[in-house]
């Protein structure tokens, strides 16, 4: 059975960091692509960033381009996101998402989010 | 950028009814479209993918159809459990992946 289990999320204050992790099993991990996709509270869904297989393609959503980076270490089934210069509409549930297949690009298994809160 | 327009915002409908869930993109996605069903205080669960093959796992009451910009996720016989939060998802335009706003399934 896929397992997707998120970490660290934490209340920081605005233009603060943080870096939240994912622990996967049940799956051969170095065959997929990753993704985090978050989801602010009572609001819907926002792609924010995916890592192919070894790493070698990263790609973010333009709201988190340039603060947020994705990363992954395949010898211990995890995927990673650093988050830097946070702001207050950053607050939200951050999924851990494997891919359908190595790169079908759809969302086929979810962790149960890591929350994470910008406030002053 | 792909935007994805999902209608009704919200569909009120019995148990044992059909629902039938429209998203519309602002240009053609081809076939590239999902369906995914988020319940209450859970994580969203993949129901169609390439807008008509049903995931691992998926009852077959649930069906995708459309292709280019119109698409509509079927659900023939409202079961208790599928009360609940349907989005569409484009990969067309990949890298950039976007989501529908969502549709609400709630009982009548």
């Known amino acids: 059975e896929v397992q997707l289990v998120e970490s660290g999320g934490a209340v920081v204050r605005p233009g603060g960091s943080l870096r939240i992790s994912c622990a996967a099993s049940?799956?051969?991990?170095?065959?997929?692509?990753m993704y985090w996709v978050r989801q602010a509270p009572g609001k819907g869904l926002e792609w924010i960033s995916l890592?192919?297989?070894?790493?070698?393609?990263?790609y973010y959503a333009d709201s988190v381009k340039g603060r947020f980076t994705i990363s992954r270490d395949n010898s211990k089934n995890s995927l990673y996101l650093q988050m830097n210069s946070l702001r207050t509409e950053d607050t939200a549930f951050y999924y851990c998402v494997k891919d359908v297949a190595t790169m079908g690009l759809y969302f086929a298994s979810w962790g149960q989010g890591a929350l994470v809160t910008v406030s002053s | 950028e792909v935007v994805l327009t999902q209608s009704p915002a919200t569909l009120s409908l019995s148990p044992g009814d059909r629902a039938t869930l429209s998203c519309k993109a602002s240009q053609s996605v081809t076939f590239y479209l999902a369906w995914y069903q988020q319940r209450s205080g859970q994580a969203p669960r993949l129901l169609i993918y390439?807008?008509?093959k049903r995931a691992t796992g998926i009852p077959a009451r649930f069906s995708g159809s459309g292709s280019g910009t119109d698409f509509t996720l079927t659900i023939s016989r409202l079961e208790p459990e599928d009360f609940a939060v349907y989005y569409c998802q484009q990969r067309s335009n990949w890298p950039q992946l976007t989501f529908g706003g969502g549709t609400k399934v709630e009982i009548k």
């Open positions: 890592i192919n297989w070894d790493s070698s393609s990263t």
């Open positions: 390439d807008a008509s």
């Open positions: 049940g799956f051969t991990f170095d065959d997929y692509t």
